[in-house]
């Protein structure tokens, strides 16, 4: 029988969600003012399905402009929130630590959906690691009804206290279904605006105490979470073991092992050590049950618990419930593969195969970007030579233009997508214009009028907000000329093959500073973009 320590009235309608669509409800229900954000799986949905509740919803350029939009709303006193992916976070972490010495007046919450396994990212970190870092609570929800409850809770706590709060998704809890009860919505608060320069600006000179009155805010919200955080206790049987988790490992947890005794942990952090370490001591044998990193487990060991965690073996990808038996039976027998999948391709009539075609046979070395494109690097194109983060395409680029030997450095591009270009690629662009190679440079953008990878979402080169109304687009040609490029060209990789090729030829050759734009739209957003424009498909 399981007895909730923090128990809310429910008395609406049963619905069926996923994660991602009941935090969206949850934001909803909370009277948030705003939701911002960038697409990333498995994040995306969540401003999606908020503006389709009819909240306001904007994508930013990037993570670091969602959260800083977010911010000013809750500066003003509103509840806001910003949606990402983990990578996502590494990019608004500036934001993020220093909001939390700065507070808010409202509430603000940022939503960060981890990939364990990288089921589409290209790296595994454990977001639950900036929680610690930048001193904000987190909550960690295990299905769509804790999305629901913990993404009230986290703005009930953020307007509290005064301070951001991260809910960790995962891509198991985001993209899974179930039953959720909501409850009655909460009315907005009014917007308002107190000058209060001593927590608004982080000089040195207010940081400093802005940094103490933080850590006395985690002390109350530790407190908090020990006595009334959203913790829960399930009775085990006689001799079961005892199971310390959170989030999506406790499903894992629940059915691998459902004689055992549980202590779920709500708020991952501050973490509710002292309820925690009694439970641990009341069995026989505690484990702590957890996805990737053994963040649990190293601070109930650091508190002087006496706890087991998974082996090292078990830190990489997402759980299941055999391998949470193997890790309660101390089974340490390396794993089988997983199975080989069919690896993805680029669609078939995609404007990027053409592409990548022709820079493949110019012998170009290439510095990819994050995108759709990046499929290109598999076969049977083969034709991207590195790929690391969001607008690293440019950087990484001009790096090797600067190091490698004359007759090489000429052959180096950087290609990069059109919302990529936006979300980092500016700074890239200034860099290329600035401390130009000797050799010069060529930036490719491939713009299939979309963020096609992640859902067919819009950016500021579309000229579409997120609910469908006209937006000004941004013109790349006038981006890279004010930034003194000397040649820059826009082509349909289709209609224009040979004299994109005569161009990128002419510019490698004669060590041109060039941008040339590749423009055509992705094959399954041109339906959709046809019927806005009137145009045909």
Not at 71 to 94: I, P
Not at 173 to 199: L, N, Y
Not at 439 to 451: E, Q
Not at 470 to 492: C, G, H, L, Q, S
């Amino acid at each position: 029988m399981e007895t909730p320590l923090n128990q809310q009235p429910a008395a609406q309608p049963r619905h069926f969600l996923m994660g991602n669509e009941a935090a969206a409800l949850g934001a909803a229900h909370a009277g948030a003012a705003r939701g911002t954000g960038y697409p990333g799986t498995p994040s995306s949905e969540i401003l999606d399905e908020f503006n389709r509740l009819g909240g306001k919803a904007e994508w930013a350029p990037n993570e670091k402009v969602a959260a800083e939009v977010a911010l000013g709303v809750a500066f003003a006193g509103a509840r806001a929130f910003a949606t990402m992916k983990h990578v996502g976070l590494n990019v608004a972490a500036d934001v993020l630590f220093t909001a939390a010495y700065s507070g808010v007046d409202g509430a603000l919450v940022i939503m960060v959906a981890d990939d364990p396994g990288m089921a589409s990212s290209q790296n595994e970190q454990d977001s639950r690691r900036y929680a610690v870092a930048a001193g904000v609570p987190m909550l960690e929800p295990s299905d769509s009804q804790e999305a629901y409850d913990f993404t009230r809770l986290a703005f009930e706590i953020s307007e509290r206290w005064k301070i951001p709060v991260l809910l960790k998704l995962t891509t198991r809890v985001c993209h899974s279904g179930s039953i959720i009860v909501p409850r009655e919505p909460a009315p907005p608060a009014p917007p308002r605006f107190e000058r209060d320069m001593r927590t608004h600006v982080m000089v040195p000179g207010n940081a400093r105490p802005a940094h103490r009155r933080l850590r006395a805010k985690l002390a109350e919200i530790a407190a908090w979470n020990e006595q009334n955080g959203p913790n829960i206790l399930v009775a085990g049987a006689a001799g079961a073991p005892g199971i310390i988790t959170a989030g999506s490992s406790y499903q894992y947890a629940r059915e691998a092992a459902p004689d055992a005794a549980f202590f779920k942990i709500g708020m991952i952090h501050p973490p509710p050590l002292t309820a925690a370490l009694a439970f641990a001591a009341s069995v026989k044998r505690a484990v702590v049950i957890e996805e990737n990193d053994p963040v649990l487990a190293d601070a109930l060991r650091a508190a002087g618990g006496k706890i087991e965690g998974a082996p090292e073996m078990f830190r990489f990808g997402e759980l299941s419930v055999s391998r949470v038996r193997a890790i309660l039976a101390g089974d340490t027998t390396p794993e089988p593969p997983p199975p080989k999948a069919i690896p993805p391709q680029l669609c078939n009539g995609c404007p990027h195969q053409r592409s990548f075609t022709t820079i493949k046979k110019l012998g170009c070395i290439v510095a990819g970007d994050i995108g759709c494109y990046t499929l290109a690097a598999a076969p049977p194109l083969s034709a991207m030579d590195t790929q690391i983060c969001m607008g690293a395409g440019i950087g990484v680029g001009l790096g090797l233009r600067h190091t490698l030997p004359r007759a090489e450095a000429r052959r180096v591009v950087s290609v990069i997508g059109d919302s990529t270009f936006f979300h980092s690629g500016l700074t890239g662009l200034a860099e290329m214009a600035y401390n130009t190679p000797a050799t010069g440079h060529v930036l490719i953008i491939l713009d299939n009028s979309t963020t096609a990878m992640t859902g067919q979402q819009h950016h500021p080169g579309t000229g579409w907000h997120l609910d469908g109304t006209p937006a000004r687009a941004i013109d790349y040609e006038k981006i890279a000329r004010a930034m003194n490029i000397e040649t820059v060209a826009t082509f349909d990789p289709l209609k224009d093959a040979d004299a994109f090729e005569t161009a990128l030829r002419d510019a490698l050759d004669n060590e041109k500073l060039a941008v040339f734009v590749l423009k055509r739209p992705c094959v399954l957003a041109a339906v959709a973009l046809a019927r806005k424009t009137g145009a045909k498909s």
